[in-house]
């Protein structure tokens, strides 16, 4: 897969998992790919200050991702700089 398959890969993925984040309250944003494969997003709304948003990261968001595209490495959330 190329980077740009890949990228609209993430993209489709987490069109599937944004329901059950809008459901709770936040939503996610891609950033980023790296060159060593691993994606960055953005917590937004709840998701954002939520206690269990790393648990979402890893275990929904990631696990997803890995599942669909095998190339990523891992999922790290980005917060804005001021």
Known sequence: MTKTEIIAQIHSSLEQIRPFLIDDGGDIEFIEITDDFVVKV???????SCSMSTMTLKGGVE???KRFIPEI???VAVEEKM
């Open 73 to 75: 490495k891992g999922v």
């Open 63 to 65: 696990e997803t991702l």
């Open 42 to 48: 953005k917590l937004l709304g709840a998701c954002k």
